[in-house]
């Protein structure tokens, strides 16, 4: 059994995934902080030193490696992991799985990014609500198509982490 939690950056995979484990009492994985470990460096230094289009290829081989073992497992995406090569379908091909997708919207997504944005390297350049609120919601209408491709939507604009995680598990029945 694999659950996987998809969402923009800031939508709180990594927070709700962690409350997600203590509940099922499944491991928890962070992709991201796979792929730190792997590189031995930080994501922003990766982007850095090597650029996106580097990560992207990494963040690609840890997916596959995740997938390829038969661990249960409740892992949190990277934000921009569904939306690069075919990584989706394979998530979404895997065998006894779900995948949730954490919905929010610009502003609340801003709201919280404002204040944690500088270890995200996608977002670490803006520097005001209006610069940042611009790009959230572009990219956001850009990458909404493949979060959209997640077996289950949690709404989870105004609500706390304790009520998202108990969405989750109503949906898993
Ligand atoms: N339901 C919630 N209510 C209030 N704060 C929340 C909620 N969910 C997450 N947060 C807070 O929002 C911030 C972003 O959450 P988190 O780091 O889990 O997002 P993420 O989706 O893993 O982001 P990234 O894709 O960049 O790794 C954190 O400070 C977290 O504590
Ligand atoms: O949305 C994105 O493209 C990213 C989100 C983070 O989880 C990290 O994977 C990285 O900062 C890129
Ligand atoms: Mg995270």
Known sequence: ???FLTGYMGSGKSLIGKKLSEKLKIP????????EKEAKKTISQIFAESGEIY???LEREILKGVL???ADQIIALGGGTPCYYDN????NAFTNSSSFYLKLSVENLTRRL??????RPMISHLNSQ????????KHLFERSFYYNQSKNVIDCNHKSPEEIVDL???KLG
């Open 1 to 3: 059994m694999k659950l």
């Open 28 to 35: 928890f994985q962070d992709l991201d902080f796979l792929i």
């Open 55 to 57: 990560f992207r290829k």
């Open 68 to 70: 390829n073992s038969e």
């Open 88 to 91: 989706m379908e394979l998530i």
């Open 114 to 119: 404002l204040k944690e944005k500088d270890h």
């Open 130 to 137: 209006k610069e940042l609120d611009e790009f959230v919601r």
């Open 168 to 170: 989750i598990l109503q």
